[in-house]
């Protein structure tokens, strides 16, 4: 019978049932769309993350044998894993500034890197190569397969001889820009016939990285990446390997991330309190149009509990239609807004089960919230009461005398009066929606583009001497690129602001026992990986164990002008001291770069600083 009573009623009240879809439509919408955007924010945190590590995986295991890395697969805690084997890094002129790492990959190993061809395939024949459109364009190449590509590398690191090989393109995908270097990936065949016989293991003593294996894993449990790295080594009883961990899986940045959910958790909030008032006043003013029906059914000995779930009953027939309508729409809106609200090159809009779930729970449940008052006070309703209940709560004479006679403006402002607590209710509502509004414009006007590139980069453009940013040759601090009239053509161009230089002159300088005592605890006491991942870069190393046997060091001191200057002085980067321009200038004045490693001040790296640097 409550079945019955709960369809006809639906279904005459068409009008007040639409209206309360469209609340129901509403409030699922804000919902969904919250949650769209919260959780592609994360997302896109993460993805952004990974790609600037280059790889999605937890721990690479380096400089490994063939043997090493079989065992390392073998440990439980492994739930999968990709394997490469290095070859070398390209030092061909067009690649000079871009670090393009040869090597054989699996597609595991591939995919991890963000490197698995979208165009073609991984290599098959011996000569196969897939490449990142990134290279292509930097070597002048067309986007077509097939197409012969020549890369050279350094077999012995320690030795100027160059290997080439002719290639033929495979397979290629779009270039990571987020990441500092690229993949070529050749054949296993083309690996194997190369290092047939080879002794790793010696090669590996010897500092030498071709033929070597690396092992990109992925672990049960993710949430101690340093310890879980160690106890698999130490299981397998080979403790001293060297492996790096995957820093996008700091907690420190997972921290970050979901900080940036405040402002989206706040939203909800809103949203709940504001649906709950729209829907509440809908079913209040529903329960008051048809009190005296409730009454009448009392009469007939219907009780309190089952008039309560008649309304609930017609609640539910009222999302049936709504919440999916609204979660389809919402996710529409939320899609539309992730590309606007979310800075990213790449911006992913998350398809995730628990955006629909949720959202769906949560407009359910302030529904539900919503018609529990109005339930509980028409079962509460007796027949009597009934036939005579108002919901006017003014109080006081019914006529009024007035000078101005009747306008509509005072005859709508009464009547605002004759329930004040309802009016307040309209208000809120109202209120709410249009404070959510303003929150999540403000938040989205609140980013300054300029103060956070100014904490990435000093400049809108860096014209700099090609080997400065080479990844297969040493700086050489004497080139002739940047000529004075190639900077007096630069000063010349129109739209330009304002503009500095950058000087570098190397020097030599005296290491003393106690400094040297220092550097090699920090390179290979305090942190022994430290020193066996700067092993990769072949200049690095030679000029780590020049310094040690010299016992002194190659040194930059940079000249500056212009507004670095200033920049560099700025009040955020000052640790110790005070910056004097006008001393600066009469060239009897240092400036002193590094970090605050004492904890007087939190530090603040200058941008583009990674080492101490001394500004004349």
């Known amino acids: 019978m409550l079945k019955t009573l709960a369809k006809a009623s639906y279904r005459a009240n068409r009008g007040r049932n639409l209206v309360t879809i469209l609340a129901i439509v509403l409030t699922t919408v804000m919902f969904t769309s919250l949650f769209v955007l919260s959780e592609s924010m994360m997302e896109n945190i993460r993805q952004m993350n990974f790609r600037q590590a280059g790889t999605y995986d937890h721990i690479s295991f380096k400089y490994l044998t063939g043997d090493q890395a079989d065992l390392i697969k073998t440990h439980p805690e492994i739930t999968s894993w990709g394997e490469s084997i290095v070859i070398g890094i390209a030092e061909d002129e067009g690649l000079k500034n871009r670090q393009v790492e040869i090597r054989y990959a699996d597609d595991a190993y591939a995919t991890y890197s963000y490197a698995i061809p979208t165009t073609g395939t991984m290599p098959a024949g011996e000569y196969d190569i897939a490449l990142d459109t990134a290279i292509l364009d930097v070597m002048g190449l067309p986007h077509e397969l097939g197409q012969k590509v020549t890369l050279h590398w350094r077999d012995d690191l320690y030795s100027e001889a160059l290997t080439g090989q002719e290639f033929v393109l495979c397979g290629y995908w779009e270039g990571n820009a987020s990441s500092l270097a690229s ?39 993710a949430s101690n990446l340093e310890e879980a790295a160690q106890q698999i080594l130490s299981d397998l009883n080979v403790p001293d390997l060297p492996y790096g961990i995957n820093w996008a899986y700091d907690p420190q940045l997972r921290f970050t991330g979901l900080s940036e959910l405040i402002p989206m958790l706040l939203g909800m909030i809103l949203v709940f309190v504001s649906g709950y008032l729209i829907i509440y006043n809908i079913f209040q003013i529903s329960v008051v149009n048809d009190i005296q029906f409730y009454g009448k059914l009392k009469t007939l000995g219907t009780t309190g509990k089952q008039i309560r779930k008649l309304l609930y009953a017609q609640a539910g027939r009222l999302c049936l239609w709504g919440i999916p309508i609204g979660l389809l729409l919402g996710y529409g809106l939320g899609s539309l807004l992730v590309p606007v609200l979310i800075l990213s090159e790449r911006p992913f809009v998350s398809t995730s089960p628990l955006i629909f779930l949720g959202a769906a729970v949560f407009a359910w449940v302030t529904v539900r919230i919503s018609c529990r008052k109005p339930a509980k006070a028409a ?39 004759r329930n004040k607590k309802r009016t307040a209710t309209v208000i809120c509502s109202l209120t709410l929606g249009m404070v959510l509004l303003c929150c999540i414009f403000a938040k989205n006007k609140s980013f300054d583009l300029d103060k956070y590139m100014r904490s990435q980069a000093i400049s809108d ?13 040493a700086f050489n601090p004497y080139g002739l690129t940047l000529s004075k009239q190639l900077i007096g053509q630069i000063g010349k161009l129109n739209g330009l602001q304002d503009t500095a ?7 030599d300088l005296a290491l003393t026992p106690d400094v040297l005592d220092r550097i090699e605890s920090y390179f290979e006491r305090e942190n022994k990986y ?7 870069d072949p200049y690095w190393i030679e000029s780590y164990n020049d310094a040690k046997k010299q016992k002194k060091v190659k040194a930059i001191v940079f000249g500056i002008d212009g507004f670095l200057p200033e920049m560099l002085t700025e009040d955020a980067y000052v640790l110790e001291g005070t910056f004097d321009a006008e001393k600066f200038r009469s060239g009897d004045y240092v400036i002193a770069g590094g970090y605050d490693t004492e904890g007087k001040k939190e530090p603040q790296p200058i941008p583009g600083q990674q080492l101490m640097q001394i500004f004349l």
């Open 501 to 507: 230089a950058l000087y570098a002159q190397k020097a």
């Open 183 to 221: 993949m070529a990936f050749v054949s296993r065949q083309f690996t194997a016939d190369k290092y047939a016989g080879a002794d790793i293991a010696g090669r590996i003593a010897q500092n030498q990285v071709g033929g070597t294996h690396m092992l990109s894993v992925m672990v049960k449990d």
């Open 379 to 417: 079962g509460k309703i007796s027949p009597v009461e009934a036939m005579n209940y108002s919901d006017a709560l003014v109080h006081g004479p019914e006529t009024r005398k007035t000078k101005k006679g009747a306008s509509l403006f005072r005859m709508a402002l009464s009547n605002l009066g």
């Open 530 to 536: 430290r020193y066996e991942a700067m092993e990769y």
């Open 461 to 473: 453009f860096t014209v700099e001497d090609l080997s400065l940013g080479a990844m297969s040759a």
